[in-house]
DNA sequence: GCGACAG
DNA sequence: ATCTTGTCGC
């Protein structure tokens, strides 16, 4: 477990976000069709949090992405240094996210994060912002479909339909179980949205979410309750 | 104008 | 995200 650090330029407030966001925005690469499905390394990032004990702890969970296990984790603890503003989760979750990730022996190889990249009031969201911070190709996975439209994609594993702004598709609602829910894919950085669909279909054999977010979130999880049993016993 | 809105 | 019991099912 590392220590979490406030990254340099980090904003202090939402004025200052909007700004690195416009800045950083031009910096995506979107035609990149992204790393060949079921080859190399898949790492999971996730963070949670304790606003009682003002504790956030993240998790990065790195595995094969061909059979899947486990290669590799690491999280990272520290003080939560910004409120949750839609629009603006990059900036909660990021700090943490990158101690987490910078703590990794192995990889990380392509990243898959909870949220969205493209799917973004401003086209930048967490994936994106990762993807622009890290060089790494990310994808983002969210559960809920933000403010965007979509239709019911068919009953089976593998259907999709387009995730709206308006007429522009920033994502998809793509089925990964037959009859349950769809999750919600964009692409963060150097990945195609098709690209991105395909991983998340290969990282989801058994359960809605993929792979990659449920070892992370269960690490991070853990990584937290450990963290406030710690500070509990005053040390 | 007000509320909703990834985690 | 997090607050929260039991319950149904593999």
């Not at 969210?142 to 522009?168: C, H, I, V």
């Not at 979130?217 to 450990?226: I, K, S």
Request: glycine share 10%; charged share 20%.
């Amino acid at each position: 477990m590392t220590i979490i650090d406030t990254p340099a330029g980090w904003p202090a407030d939402e004025a200052g976000a909007l700004a690195v966001q416009d800045e950083l925005r031009a910096r995506v690469v979107l035609d990149e069709p992204g790393p060949p499905v079921g080859t190399g390394l898949v790492t999971g990032v996730d963070v949670a949090y304790d606003d009682e004990r003002d504790l956030v702890a993240a998790a990065a969970v790195v595995l094969d992405a061909r059979t899947l296990d486990v290669v590799d984790e690491a999280t990272a603890v520290g003080r939560v240094s910004f409120p949750y503003v839609p629009g603006l989760l990059a900036f909660r979750e990021l700090p943490a996210v990158l101690a987490a990730l910078d703590a990794l022996t192995a990889g990380p190889g392509l990243v898959v994060c909870d949220g969205y990249g493209q799917a973004h009031p401003r086209r930048f969201g967490l994936a994106s912002h990762l993807g622009v911070l890290t060089g790494l190709p990310v994808l983002g996975v969210a559960k809920n479909p933000f403010a965007f439209t979509y239709e019911q994609p068919g009953p089976r594993r593998g259907a999709t339909s387009p995730l709206l702004a308006g007429t522009e598709e920033v994502g998809r609602a793509l089925r990964t179980r037959d009859g349950v829910k769809p999750v919600f894919v964009s692409a963060g950085h150097r990945v195609t949205l098709e690209g991105a669909c395909a991983h998340v279909l290969a990282l989801t054999p058994r359960y809605r979410l993929p792979e990659t977010t449920r070892h992370a979130d269960a690490l991070c999880r853990r990584a937290l309750r450990e963290a406030a049993a710690r500070q509990g016993s005053g040390v």
